[in-house]
């Protein structure tokens, strides 16, 4: 096989399982970078977009709760149109901060380093949380207050920095908040689309000229996106029925083994 499709499938792989787990999908994207060999800049939009086929992984996965959503809106539910609120409200954070912060959070991708500190902290911080946190209140995200859901949406922005895990900050979060661990996955879950899709189409703005001019074009976008969309749909079920079982722990351990192997690879490489 084609070495370019080759790493165009290996990435789409590493993106579908690790976008909707607490182990950070950038930090891994950059990590492969580096142990690949490949340039970063050059597959930087791609890894973005084809964040958008495990989005369409979870609204094909929760098709009916989002058609029940829909319904409901229609309806005039107070359920449904709390559940569009609360996750809006948690992405203003997001949306603001990654704007306001976007070049620097650029510069940060360039740093296979702060991926493996972050790794390692993050699998600490899942840990310490694990253990602590016992009052878990609100068993749907509709129920879950304002407040707490505006508290979630800053503590998501902390996975700007890479390495963190947008879906673990915004799971931990809302453990720390008393959202129980299967609603608080979904809910990570339901946040990633508004949060991806704007992140796919403020750099689409920015560089989309580089598709057409790169060497990473449409076809390998494509292909990219299919493969993490199949993927993402594997994972996911897995992933809920396990944390909603045995919690977040495995994948702490996993953060700080792979976080420390990445950091010594690194120092002596």
């Known amino acids: ?10 990435l789409g792989i590493v993106e ?15 990590l492969a970078s580096e142990l690949l060999g490949y340039d970063a800049a050059t597959w930087a939009m791609f890894n973005v977009i084809i964040q958008l086929g495990a989005i369409l992984a979870v609204v094909v996965l929760y098709w009916r709760t989002f ?3 829909a319904m409901g809106l229609v309806r005039r539910e107070p359920v449904s149109w709390r559940f569009l609120r609360n996750l809006l409200i948690a992405f203003i954070p997001s949306a603001v901060i990654g704007l306001a912060l976007h070049d620097y959070i650029e510069m940060l991708l360039g740093a296979p380093q702060v991926v493996a500190w972050a790794l ?3 699998g600490v911080a899942i840990l310490i949380i694990e253990q602590a946190v016992k009052d878990q209140r609100f068993h749907g995200i509709a ?9 979630i949406g800053f ?4 996975a700007m920095i890479p390495g963190v895990s947008r879906s673990g900050a915004t ?19 339901f946040l990633a689309i508004p949060t991806m899709l704007g992140a796919t189409v403020l750099e689409l703005l920015k560089k989309g000229d580089q598709i057409t ?11 990219g996106f299919v493969v993490s969309f199949i993927v993402a749909l594997l994972v996911i079920r897995w992933f809920v029925g396990l944390v909603s079982k045995h919690g977040f722990a495995p994948f702490a351990w996993y953060r700080i083994v792979a976080g420390a192997a990445a950091l010594i690879w690194l120092t002596f490489r």
């Open 67 to 69: 058609w029940a959503v």
């Open 213 to 223: 001019s790169g060497t990473v074009g449409w076809s390998s976008i494509a292909l």
């Open 16 to 30: 579908g399982l690790t976008e909707f787990l607490p182990v950070s999908s950038t930090g891994h994207l950059i």
């Open 1 to 10: 096989m084609d070495l370019h499709y080759l790493t165009v499938i290996l």
């Open 171 to 189: 799971i931990m979060g809302a453990l720390t908040l008393g959202v129980e661990r299967r609603t608080a996955a979904e809910f990570s879950f």
């Open 143 to 151: 129920d879950i207050p304002v407040a707490r859901v505006l508290g």
């Open 120 to 122: 390692m902290i993050g």
């Open 155 to 158: 503590i998501q922005c902390i």
